[in-house]
Structure formats: structure tokens, C-alpha cells
């Protein structure tokens, strides 16, 4: 029997297979870029700033270390020039923001004059040095530059530049395509109440909301029976519909309905792995299809609300977030309040609840200090997979790697913020 993968080969794989799939690029409105990633380079129309200009309200003079008096002949503001040449002990007023006169290369800042009638005198003790307060053309980006290069994800603090290079419209790569849907015989609407065996599907709620947490599109398929002509139907929907990644739930253990396997493979999608050595999520399906140079990455999830929920933040997320050069997972590391027990090697990932400790906050080390978290089992140390409740209640995931059967109170645990 061929040993099943780990968690870092399994991710290492689909990792690998992220370099297939290839979104579209779009254009959307300045206003509409924020969390959209670029998908060219921002380039700068004009120098900037794009004209020598000044970075106080004061008086612009011509540079001479000998001068410590000048005459003001004149005003300029911004927006409203006056080409007053300026040279030896000639000054003109000038507001943050104008753009200099000929002659003019220095700017003095209102406070350190003495101001007499038209006469300007630097203070007592006041060492002017050419070219200050001046912000001179060029000075941030030459034009021509690359203000902002493709592949960023654009946040508001890009929009000054964005807007001053005049793009309101910008290329940026669309967000994934992320389809879905659910599997079992056993699944009913939300909006209904089960009766006998029935089970509300909650998991495309889970999926369309993990999915738009990521900023990126979720297509609902929709719940479909155990039965391999629905199932093979919604899959070839799904293909036509032009998705980038297919996700489905449930139907991937070795129960007798449990189809997806050959019907994944029957809709022309080569099988990369199925098992990976992880609690919860173990079933994990994960294949690829190809087809006229377009591909889309099929994940297999279990159906148990708590497993599809792992499973889609330890094994799709941070793939996301990486090709979309988002903010990735917080991980942390933590001081465990209770001993935590597993059974078999396979690598956990244990429900938690994780406080910040304020208590040790004065000491003068980084707040990344090891000590500043604790964290304990979110399920009162009852965690069976169906317990959706102690995924509600938690805010993390603890790590309980393969080889270690306990972990004790007081040892410090990875945890990963969910
Ligand atoms: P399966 O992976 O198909 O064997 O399903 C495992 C368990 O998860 C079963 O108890 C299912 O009833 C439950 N389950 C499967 N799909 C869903 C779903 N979409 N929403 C909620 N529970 C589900
Ligand atoms: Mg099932």
C-alpha cells in the first residue's frame, strides 16, 4: 500500500498546479480597483511632482549663504503663478504647493523669518540651506517610471498615485471563479425542516462565504444526489460555465455512494491525489483538468461541515491568498491551557480558542512574544468532526503535528487564525 501523502507534500502538489490556472484580465473603474490585483504596470504620465513647487507656506529666495534679508515683491499661491524673477535680495511669498519662480531654489519657512512691512530677516540662529522646503520636478517618480508594478494588490493607500497618473480605468486580473457544489442523498434546502435522516446542506452557505471572504467568485451548483448522472452533469455544467476551480462536498470516502472518484476522472479530469495524512480531511480529492490550454483544479472535500471547513482553509486558502498576493493566514504561536490527545500520526488541526494576554504586554519586547497568546481546545476536549460547535466557538486552529500523540498544558503550540 503506497503511504499516504502529508500535509506539506499534499500542498507542495496543489501548490504546483496553482501555476495552471490562468483568470482573465478585465478592466474595472479606479473606484471598483481596491482588493482587485493588477494586472499591469501603473506608469507615471508626468513627472512628480511636475513642477519644482513648495512644501511650505514661507518665502522663496535664490540660494546665497551671505543674504540673511530679502524684499518681498510679490505673491504666488497655488493654482495661481507668477513668473517673478528672483535673485539676490529679492523674495516672493508662497504658499505650500506653488510652484516656484525663475531663480527661486530655496523656500523659508514662515516661522523662522522676522517679517518687517516688505522685509523678510531670517531669525537669530536660523541656517538656511539650498533647496529646502522645496520639492523639486521628478522628485517621486520621473515620468516614464513604473509607479506600481502589475501584480499588486491594490489597496487604498495606491490610490493617491492610481489617480494622480490619471488611470480611472485599470487592467486587473479577475478574481477566480470558484464553483460548487454539494453531494448526498440525505441534503435538503436551508429554508426546510428535516425530518427523519434529512440534513440541511450548509455547506454551500460555508463554501459561497469562504469563497467571498477572499474576494473572489463563488458559483453556487447547487445541491445533487448520490448518483453518478447528476453528479457527472452538474461537473460538465460546471466545466462549460468556465470556472477556475470546482469544489464539492461530500461522496469522496470508500462508502458505496461515494462516486466522485470515477465520475471526476469520467469528465475528463486526471486524478492527482486522493487521501492526504490530516484529521479532519483525510478523503481529499484533488485533480486536474486540461483542455485547449485552460485548466481548472478539482477539490474533493468530505462532507462534514467541520472537515469541508478545514479542509478549504488549510488546503485552498493559502493558495488563493498567495496568487492574489493577499494578506496570508496569521500564524501564531501559543501557550496551550490544556493536554490535548490524538490516536493515530496523522497531522490535526485542532479547533481553538486563543486569547491575546495583556497581562505580560508592558515588557519591552515585540508583541510577536510567544508568551502574549494562550490557546486551549475550543471543544471542552470533546472534538468528534460533526461538532460544529466548537467550530463556531473557535478562533484558530491548533497544529498537532503527525508524530506526537499528546501535547500538554504549558507547551508551546503553532496555531493558525481561521
Ligand atoms: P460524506 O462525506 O458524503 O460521507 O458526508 C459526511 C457527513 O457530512 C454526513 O453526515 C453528511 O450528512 C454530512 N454532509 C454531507 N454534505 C453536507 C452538506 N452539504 N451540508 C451539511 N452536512 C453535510
Ligand atoms: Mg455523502
Excluded at 471572504?213 to 461537473?235: A, H, Y
Amino acid at each position: 500500500m503506497s503511504k499516504i501523502l502529508t500535509y506539506e507534500d499534499a500542498c507542495e502538489i496543489i501548490k504546483e498546479h496553482f501555476k495552471f490556472i490562468k483568470p482573465a484580465i478585465r478592466e474595472v473603474d479606479i473606484l471598483d480597483s481596491v482588493g482587485c490585483l493588477l494586472a499591469e504596470d501603473i506608469i507615471s504620465d508626468i513627472d512628480m511632482p511636475s513642477f519644482d513647487n513648495s512644501q511650505m507656506d514661507g518665502y522663496a529666495v535664490k540660494f546665497n549663504e551671505n543674504i540673511r534679508e530679502w524684499d518681498v515683491i510679490g505673491e504666488i499661491s497655488a493654482g495661481k503663478f507668477n513668473d517673478i524673477e528672483i535673485r539676490g535680495c529679492l523674495a516672493v511669498s508662497i504658499m505650500t504647493g506653488a510652484k516656484l519662480p525663475t531663480g527661486a531654489d530655496t523656500v523659508i519657512p514662515v516661522e523662522n523669518v522676522v517679517i518687517e512691512s516688505d522685509r523678510i530677516k531670517l531669525k537669530e540662529g536660523i541656517i538656511l540651506k539650498k533647496g529646502s522646503d522645496v520639492r523639486f520636478k521628478g522628485e517621486d517618480k520621473k515620468k516614464g517610471a513604473i509607479a506600481i508594478p502589475s501584480d499588486t494588490l491594490i489597496k487604498t493607500n495606491n490610490i493617491p498615485l492610481i489617480a494622480s497618473y490619471g488611470y480611472n480605468k485599470i487592467k486587473v486580473i479577475e478574481p477566480l471563479k470558484i464553483g460548487f457544489f454539494a453531494t448526498g442523498n440525505e441534503l435538503i434546502d436551508i429554508n426546510s425542516i428535516p425530518v427523519t435522516d434529512q440534513i440541511r446542506s450548509s455547506n454551500l452557505y460555508t463554501l459561497s462565504t469562504l469563497i467571498q471572504e477572499l474576494e473572489m467568485s463563488p458559483v453556487n451548483f447547487g445541491t445533487v444526489r448520490d448518483d453518478e448522472i447528476q453528479i457527472k452533469d452538474t461537473i460538465n455544467k460546471a466545466v462549460e460555465y468556465g470556472i477556475d476551480i470546482l469544489i464539492t462536498t461530500g461522496g469522496v470516502s470508500v462508502g458505496k455512494y461515494d462516486f466522485l472518484k470515477d465520475v471526476i476522472e469520467d469528465c475528463g479530469f486526471e486524478k492527482i491525489f486522493w487521501k492526504v495524512n490530516v484529521k479532519p480531511g483525510k478523503p481529499l480529492l484533488f485533480c486536474l483538468y486540461k483542455n485547449s490550454g485552460r485548466s481548472i483544479l478539482y477539490f474533493g472535500l468530505p462532507g462534514n461541515p467541520v472537515s469541508a471547513f478545514i479542509s478549504f482553509t488549510m488546503f485552498i486558502k493559502p493558495f488563493i491568498i498567495e496568487m492574489y498576493n493577499q494578506t496570508p493566514q496569521k500564524k501564531f504561536f501559543a501557550k496551550l491551557e490544556n493536554d490535548l490527545i490524538k490516536k493515530d500520526d496523522r497531522k490535526t488541526f485542532v479547533r481553538g480558542t486563543s486569547n491575546f494576554n495583556n497581562s505580560t504586554l508592558n515588557t519591552q519586547h515585540s508583541t510577536f512574544n510567544t508568551q502574549l497568546y494562550t490557546v486551549r481546545d475550543a471543544g471542552g476536549g470533546t472534538q468528534s468532526s460533526g461538532d460544529m460547535s466548537s467550530l463556531s466557538n473557535a478562533n484558530c486552529l491548533i497544529v498537532f503535528e503527525e508524530e506526537k500523540y499528546k501535547l500538554f498544558a504549558g507547551e508551546i503550540v503553532e496555531c493558525i487564525m481561521i
